[in-house]
């Protein structure tokens, strides 16, 4: 049984940094691809950021890019997603999500094409 479970979510103000962690059990991590994804309130669950089996690839959505890093350790099963300069616009319910079987190289961007979620973290950035 696959078990998916994020942490580190918090209140931080604008400007402030959070790290965010997953560790996956029963999923075969390091042949996975591994992505990261937000809901706001009353918005659509959008992608963030995605990293491919090995960690030599990675996404990135543009609102993130330069502020955001994610990073793997797979003899740990975990992933990271290291979160700096935190906007308010940043705030959102963060999962993580794998892909069992991924494409060669470019992980995926889409909602659809992740097998295995977690529960969610609540990150909540205040002006």
């Known amino acids: 049984q696959v078990h998916v479970v994020e942490s580190g979510g918090g209140l931080v103000q604008a400007g402030g940094s959070l790290r965010l962690t997953c560790t996956a059990s029963?999923?075969?991590?390091?042949?996975?691809?591994m992505g990261w994804f937000r809901q706001a309130p009353g918005k659509e669950r959008e992608f963030v950021a995605a990293?491919?089996?090995?960690?030599?690839?990675?996404y990135y959505t543009d609102s993130v890019k330069g502020r955001f890093t994610i990073v793997r350790d797979n003899a740990k099963n975990t992933l990271y997603l290291q979160m700096n300069s935190l906007k308010p616009e940043d705030t959102a319910v963060y999962y993580c999500?794998?892909?069992?079987?991924?494409?060669?190289?470019?992980?995926?961007?889409?909602?659809?094409?992740?097998?295995?979620w977690g529960q969610g973290t609540q990150v909540t950035v205040s002006s």
């Open positions: 990293i491919n089996w090995s960690g030599s690839t990675t």
């Open positions: 029963g999923l075969a991590f390091s042949s996975a691809a």
């Open positions: 999500a794998g892909d069992r079987f991924p494409r060669r190289y470019s992980p995926a961007q889409v909602e659809g094409e992740y097998d295995y």
